[in-house]
């Protein structure tokens, strides 16, 4: 058998594996062989990469990867789907030595058998910011990636300072990533049809900021500034400071407007913040 996943076989495999698809696990599969193709084709994907799968599900969009990549690796919390893939790869007529299946949580992977170059994935929306956060962090060999989550989780990740949809996730992938729009995606295409919008994110790496302890001080800055939108950045920072004049001492010293609020502020301002920091 040659070709992707359509409606009908992934729902042929689901029966015959007993999968019912869960809100728990966010298990919303794509049917649509075209739209895996549009995905792979963002994620800038090369005959020489390693491709990335989280929560490959059925195995939709693995076969497309397949279609170009070296070899793909995919991480799948659900042993079924876990167990099911190769032999849904094989069927299709791909050799079974290039998939690599880690069946474990995403949220606590913290190596791969083989280093991945690109990421791609149709992320479960509950956890979408914190996965794609971690491996971009755990994994600094990928070089770029595109990741399907809700709408409204994309509108934050590509958000500017000023506008409503700026904030924590906005400014934290900035640490080790450019990150832009790359489309949206029909309910349509998914089954079960969800109940929100779909959209894709494409990131290309950049050298991360600063080391890792610059990092966790910015982050807590940043978490700090946003826990309290409304609020100015002696106010919003008080609590993390000691209080809000200290907070204010070390917002000016950065050559920040301590009246400002978070969602104003870009990355490099956090970091000049954090350096006043002692954690």
Same mark, same amino acid.
């Given at each position: 058998?040659?070709?992707?996943?359509?409606?009908?076989?992934?729902?042929?495999?689901?029966?015959?594996?007993?999968?019912?698809?869960?809100? !728990?696990?966010?298990?919303?599969?794509?049917?649509?062989?075209?739209?895996?193709?549009?995905?792979?084709?963002?994620?800038?994907?090369?005959?020489?990469?390693?491709? %990335?799968? @989280?929560?490959?599900?059925?195995?939709?969009?693995? %076969?497309? %990867?397949?279609?170009?990549?070296?070899?793909?690796?995919?991480?799948?919390?659900?042993? +079924?789907?876990?167990?099911?893939?190769?032999?849904?790869?094989?069927?299709?007529?791909?050799?079974?030595?290039?998939?690599?299946?880690?069946?474990?949580?995403?949220?606590?992977?913290?190596?791969?058998?083989?280093?991945?170059?690109?990421?791609?994935?149709?992320? *479960?929306?509950?956890?979408?910011? *914190?996965?794609?956060? +971690?491996?971009?962090?755990?994994?600094?060999?990928?070089?770029?990636?595109?990741?399907?989550?809700?709408?409204?989780?994309?509108?934050?990740?590509?958000?500017?300072?000023?506008?409503?949809?700026?904030?924590?996730?906005?400014? !934290?992938?900035?640490?080790?990533?450019?990150?832009?729009?790359?489309?949206?995606?029909?309910?349509?295409?998914?089954?079960?049809?969800?109940?929100?919008?779909?959209? %894709?994110?494409?990131?290309?790496?950049?050298? *991360?900021?600063?080391?890792?302890?610059?990092?966790?001080?910015?982050?807590?800055? @940043?978490?700090?500034?946003?826990?309290?939108?409304? !609020?100015?950045?002696?106010?919003?920072?008080?609590?993390?400071?000691?209080?809000?004049?200290?907070?204010?001492?070390?917002?000016?010293?950065?050559?920040?407007? *301590?009246?400002?609020?978070?969602?104003?502020?870009?990355?490099?301002?956090? @970091? !000049?913040?954090?350096?006043?920091?002692?954690?």
């Amino acid at each position: 058998m040659s070709g992707l996943l359509g409606a009908a076989e992934i729902r042929e495999i689901a029966a015959r594996i007993g999968v019912n698809p869960t809100k !728990k696990l966010g298990q919303n599969f794509v049917v649509d062989a075209n739209t895996c193709r549009r995905i792979v084709k963002s994620a800038d994907l090369r005959e020489g990469d390693v491709a %990335l799968e @989280i929560g490959p599900g059925l195995g939709s969009l693995t %076969l497309a %990867l397949l279609e170009i990549a070296r070899g793909v690796v995919v991480v799948e919390i659900d042993e +079924r789907l876990a167990a099911e893939l190769p032999h849904t790869i094989a069927r299709h007529d791909f050799e079974s030595d290039r998939l690599t299946v880690v069946t474990m949580d995403a949220m606590v992977v913290d190596s791969l058998p083989i280093s991945p170059t690109v990421l791609v994935a149709n992320l *479960p929306y509950n956890i979408s910011v *914190p996965v794609l956060l +971690r491996f971009m962090e755990k994994f600094p060999t990928l070089r770029s990636g595109v990741v399907m989550v809700q709408s409204e989780v994309a509108d934050r990740l590509v958000a500017l300072p000023g506008s409503k949809n700026y904030g924590s996730p906005s400014v !934290k992938a900035t640490w080790w990533a450019d990150m832009s729009s790359a489309g949206t995606v029909a309910r349509s295409i998914f089954w079960p049809v969800p109940n929100v919008d779909s959209s %894709l994110v494409r990131f290309v790496r950049h050298e *991360p900021a600063g080391d890792e302890a610059l990092r966790l001080k910015t982050f807590a800055v @940043i978490d700090a500034a946003f826990s309290q939108r409304r !609020k100015m950045l002696r106010g919003a920072l008080s609590e993390l400071f000691g209080s809000s004049a200290a907070a204010s001492d070390a917002i000016v010293a950065a050559g920040v407007d *301590p009246t400002m609020r978070g969602e104003a502020l870009l990355l490099p301002d956090f @970091i !000049k913040i954090a350096h006043g920091l002692s954690l």
